[in-house]
Every structure is written in C-alpha cells, then in structure tokens.
C-alpha cells in the first residue's frame, strides 16, 4: 500500500510525459483510477488485454465465446489507446470498453466495487497482483489465456516468490501456449490440474476478407518500384539497419523499395526523418501517394495489409532487447521472414517456422543485406519458403476452439 502511494505521482509524470508525444494518453484518465464510465455493465466477463497485438489475439476467442454464452456482457480493458482503437474497431458494439485501472489497490477496489466482474481473463503475460488478489479476494474466478513464460521470467519470478507465488496461486486456471510454459508454471508453484497446453491462438489469425481490394488499391495509388520488401514492428536502432541494408541492396535490385513500419506508429515522423538522412525520398502512408524509395507506415492495423504487397519481411523487435514481434502476420501470406537474434517472446512460434525452413536469422547489417539479396534473387526458394510458411499456420491453428469450449464451460458451471 505505501509503495502504491509513493509511485502514483511517478506513473501520473509518465503518463503526462507520454501525452506530450501521444496527446491520446491525456484522455480518460480517470479510468485509470478505476472510474469505470456508466455504460460498462455489472456482473461482465471481463478481458484484459494491453495494445495491439493481444487484443487481435483475444478478438476471435471473444467472439467464440460470447457465442457460447449470448447472454453474457462482455468488458475488454486495454492499457494503451491503441489497444483501445483495436477494440472499438474490431468489436465496436459488441463489447463495452474502457482503460483497465492502474495495479493500486483503492483504483482496483473502486473499479471492482463499480463493475463486480463476473469472471476475469487476461492474455499471454499480464499478472497484475493487486487486480488478481482483488479478484480472488471477491471470488472473481481469473484465467490466464494464451500464456507463455520465458526461462529468464521464470527465473526473475523466483527471486519474488513472496509477491508471485501468491499471484500465482491464486489463478483459476492458465492456457499454456506450450509444454514448456506449462512446466515453468508448475515449477513455480502453480498445481498441474490447473495448467492446460491448448497451442498459440495468434495461429488462429485469418487474412482480413478485403485483402485483395486493399492490395490493389495500394499498387494502384503507390509510385513504388516494382519490387517490395518490409520492416514491420521496428524499433529504434533497427531502423538504421534496415535503411542501410537497403541502400545495399539498392546497388543490386535498381527497382526496389522498402516499407518500414514502425511498432509505434507516433514515431513515424522520427523515422522519416531519419531515411531521409539517408538520401531517400521518403512518404507516409497516410499522406497523399507521391514517388519515394521508402514508405513508412503510420496508420494502426495496417501491417497485415502491408506485408502482403511484400517479397520479403524483415520482423522487427528482434534486433533490440524488445524480444521479438509476431511472425504470423507475415507468414499466412506467405512471405519468407527474417528475424534478429531476440525472439524470446516468440521462442516456439519461430522455433516452428526455422524448422521449416522458412524464417532466416540476421544479426547485423551485413547478414540481413545477404539474406535479402538471396531471397529476391530466387523467386523459386521464396515459393517455396511462402508455401512453407501457410502451412505452419495451417498445422497449428485450433488454439482458439480449444479455449473457447474450456473457457465457455467453465463460464456456463
């Protein structure tokens, strides 16, 4: 408690910070503070997701289970305004929504005392202590969906036995993406018959239905090159290497250009700035088409359209420390991928597409100019590569019904 109350005024500094660069981050503070808006229903299967990528992730569990249980209100709390947009535009009304509270415990108890959630179920990593005892406290049953723990999150867990193992112990039950988690898990103090292996829902992504008129409409509009390759998910640091693997490759493939896409799309103008310190005419894909070697992408959601006009994908994240972005996004178009050495946060997705051949590790300038260069050269090996690619999707799909008809039984007893 004491602890909460000497960060507050800290966190408050950082949100503010964060609204001078994303003025959304000044909005709805109040939810923060566990102010839950009127319209959020009492008695909701609450859903906790952070930003962009787990809110996709859950959309479609979602909707599985409010098939199963019609009568149900649906909450989903994001963290982050574009976790916010994601769902306002994938769930619109399907769901009610709003920012989850801070992990303080009298923003806890006010939101908990307003909504009285029926049940509550976070995705892949959020372990929040005070939501989570809250819940128990209240007998609140939580499930954690899609989880995944790395060795080095396990080991920083043991060093907290006194904070996590409570955290721990108080789940309901946990969705292990694979064995290995499920065993971290039970190393941690977690009880076997609490812990199922169900699979990676983010295997369960489909092609958006408009993929083909949105393709063609961005040939169309955009005066590229006749070939394309991408940097999704990037970060800072990466930017500097995929721009001078470019400048590489441009010696090489005189009709090439690049999509950079960074993970946060407020720091496009950054990055703009920065490809034009390279000499390239540069655009942002919210602007008006105009000729340029390097498009950067600043619009949410629009990756999964992007990496289908591309060659080759270059996924970001895994040059840094961040640990790597999802993968499939690129894969069920059946682009080869390239990845940095970082990956924890995906270790046995990637683990899948390296074994079938189909995503290349690059570490530096010199290896992903290499990996690049080969790929476009070998217009069969990338056939063969993006035909690899689907079918890893396609043999790991079936996480989401696995959850959904456990979840949904577990909600309806």
């Known amino acids: 408690m004491v602890l909460s109350r000497v960060a507050l005024p800290f966190v408050w500094l950082r949100l503010w910070i964060r609204g001078r660069r994303e003025p959304a981050y000044r909005e709805r503070r109040g939810e923060r503070l566990g102010f839950a808006p009127a319209a ?18 859950a959309v479609p569990l979602i909707r599985a289970i409010k098939r199963a249980v019609p009568d149900v209100p649906f909450l989903v709390t994001t963290t982050t305004p574009s976790g916010s947009a994601e769902v ?8 009610e929504h709003c920012y989850c509270p801070y992990d303080f415990p009298k923003a806890v108890r006010r939101f908990m005392d307003s909504v009285e959630p029926r049940a509550l179920v976070l995705m892949e990593t959020e372990l929040w202590p005070n ?9 609140v049953p939580v499930y954690l969906v899609n989880a995944r723990l ?33 065993e971290r898990f039970a190393a941690l103090g ?15 992504l489909q092609i958006p239905p408009d993929i083909d008129s949105q393709r ?23 930017e500097e290497v995929v721009l001078q693997a470019h400048k590489r490759l441009l010696q090489q493939h005189r009709d090439l250009s690049l999509i950079m896409v960074p993970r946060h799309p407020p720091r496009a103008s950054e990055v703009v700035r920065l490809a034009k310190t390279y000499g390239f005419d540069v655009a942002m894909l919210s602007s008006d088409p105009t000729p340029s070697d390097v498009l950067v992408g600043d619009k949410m959601g629009t990756l999964i359209y992007l990496y ?61 100019t290499s990996c690049v260069d080969a790929l476009l050269k070998d217009a069969g090996q990338r056939g063969v590569e993006g035909y690899a690619a ?4 396609s043999n790991n799909r079936g996480a989401i019904e696995r959850v959904s008809t456990d979840l949904s039984r577990r909600l309806l007893g």
């Not at 292996?197 to 983010?202: A, H, P, Q």
């Open 131 to 139: 939501i989570i005892r809250e819940c128990r406290r209240r007998n």
């Open 390 to 393: 689907r079918q890893v999707v």
């Open 308 to 368: 289908a006009v591309a060659e080759v994908a270059f996924v970001g994240g895994s040059l840094d420390e961040t640990g790597g972005h999802n993968p499939i996004e690129a894969a069920i178009h059946g682009v080869p991928m390239i990845m940095g050495p970082n990956r924890i946060n995906f270790a046995q997705v990637v683990q899948r597409f390296e074994a079938a051949g189909c995503l290349h590790s690059a570490d530096n300038v010199d290896e992903l």
């Open 150 to 182: 790395s060795e080095r999150s396990a080991t920083g867990y043991k060093r907290l036995t006194a904070l996590m193992g409570s955290v721990l112990t108080n789940m309901t039950h946990i969705y292990c993406q694979y064995q290995d988690t499920a």
């Open 88 to 95: 306002r535009k994938h769930l619109g009304m399907e769901v």
């Open 40 to 57: 959020v229903p009492r008695h909701a299967v609450w859903f906790h997701t952070v930003s962009t990528g787990e809110t996709l992730g």
């Open 190 to 204: 977690v009880k076997r018959e609490n812990l199922s292996v169900t699979g990676s829902v983010k295997f369960d």
């Open 216 to 238: 063609a409409e961005f040939k169309n509009n955009w005066q590229f090159g006749k070939r394309i390759w991408i940097a999704g998910s990037t970060h800072p640091g990466e």
